[in-house]
């Protein structure tokens, strides 16, 4: 399990520059990057009885902020700041090649939660000047639950659940002032996150119960105001 203490960042940053030359070059740039994986399995070949339930978990949990402010005011200035927050998280359960569990119920679970952030401020004040604010947020990875090959599995109950969820959101500003001038803003949100449930070749389930296998992928930005 990775989780995040008391709610705090995984990763982290913040730039920011200030400058005033007759020929002025600010740039910020602040990238806060997490890079994760966490794998919960028993090993090929195993035999595992529990009187109750058996449990096979993997838990990451992530959360990246970066934030970047620009302020140039030269005769001629570029004032440029770029804020970037990426996460790629890999999480897997298993039960592996050939081995057996017998169980009241057994649940295999592989679970991740990203939650990226950036903010980015860019102002410039020159007679002729071009300033730009970028905000990127970026998630990937792979979010596995899998009974692998040859495994068997003799319960009441199976449960073979993937989820993974990447929470994103950005806040981009660019101020001009100039007689002649030009701003931009660009803000971009990047989610490529597989989540698989799956049951390899020659398993054998027996359950007289309930078999669930279940894979979800959830992408949520919410609104924000400013």
Known sequence: QQA???GQDAANAYATAAGG????VNATVAGAISDATVTGYISDNNTITVTGSAQIT??????????????????????ASQSEATSDSNTSSYVGKSSRINAANVNVQ????DDNFTSTTAGSGGVVSGASAVA???ATGTTKATLQDGAKVAANTL?????????FNAV???ANAAIVGASGLKVSHDVDTDVLATVGQNATIATPGDTVLKAVNTSVKDWRGD
């Open 4 to 6: 995040l203490f008391n």
């Open 110 to 113: 592989a679970t991740g939660t």
């Open 159 to 167: 449960t073979v659940n993937a989820q993974h969820t990447v929470k």
């Open 58 to 79: 993997a838990d990451t949990k992530t959360k990246q902020q970066a934030a970047a402010t620009a302020a140039t005011g030269g005769l001629i200035a570029v004032g």
């Open 172 to 174: 981009a500003d660019s």
């Open 136 to 138: 990127k947020t970026s």
């Open 21 to 24: 030359g007759l020929i002025g």
